[in-house]
Every structure is written in structure tokens, then in C-alpha cells.
């Protein structure tokens, strides 16, 4: 069964700086993706970085150059370091984790780690 669990979510003012972690159960490349997610309150859950077990990254335009997605695949850990960050980046962001099998995808996801930042 695959366990997603984020870490390091919290409270920051602007301009701040957060880590939020993913342990995966598992290698990490045995998915073809492993990335992150944010929801805010009253919107759609949305796409914030990714990167394919290959190392290609994909970030959403509102985060580049302020977040940045790595992993240590010695410890099956997936990490997402937010610089700068902004009041209206205060959400929920969830560890997504993407496994292929033939034309089926199958979607992963961990609890989901609050993350709150002060004007």
C-alpha cells in the first residue's frame, strides 16, 4: 500500500521560508512522478512542482524562481523548499505521487500539510 506523509507545514510571516517534506513508502522511482499540491480554502486543488523519477521538474507559474522540488532517494523523500513566500500562498499542500501501469495512471496522495503565511 503506497503512504504518502508530508512534514514541515507551519506558520510563517512574509517573506519567509518553509521545507514541507513527503516520506514515500518505497523507492521513489518506482513512481513515474512525485510532486505537490496546494488547496486553498473555497479553490481547486492546483499544481505547484513536480518532477519525474527522470529529474524533469515542472513548476506553476506563481511559484518559479521562489520554490524549488528535490528529492533524496536514500530516503525515499521528496522535498519542497518555498522562499519568499506570500500570503496567497497559505494552503493545504498535499504529496502527490503518480505510478504507470500500461495507459493507467494511478494517483497517490498524502493528508495534506497546512501551511499558513502572515501579511
Known amino acids: 500500500q503506497v503512504q504518502l506523509v508530508e512534514s514541515g507545514g507551519g506558520l510563517v510571516q512574509s517573506g519567509g521560508s518553509l521545507r514541507l517534506s513527503c516520506a514515500a513508502s518505497?523507492?521513489?522511482?518506482?513512481?513515474?512522478?512525485m510532486g505537490w499540491y496546494r488547496q486553498a480554502p473555497g479553490k481547486q486543488r492546483e499544481l505547484v512542482a513536480t518532477?519525474?523519477?527522470?529529474?524533469?521538474?515542472n513548476y506553476a507559474d506563481s511559484v518559479k524562481g521562489r520554490f524549488t522540488i528535490s528529492r533524496d532517494s536514500a530516503k525515499n523523500t521528496v522535498y519542497l523548499q518555498m522562499n519568499s513566500l506570500k500570503p496567497e500562498d497559505t494552503a493545504v499542500y498535499h504529496c502527490?505521487?503518480?505510478?504507470?501501469?500500461?495507459?493507467?495512471?494511478?494517483?497517490?496522495w498524502g493528508q495534506g500539510t497546512q501551511v499558513t503565511v502572515s501579511a
Open positions: 502527490n505521487a503518480d505510478r504507470r501501469s500500461g495507459s493507467s495512471t494511478f494517483r497517490y
Open positions: 518505497g523507492s521513489i522511482f518506482t513512481y513515474y512522478s
Open positions: 518532477m519525474t523519477s527522470g529529474g524533469i521538474t
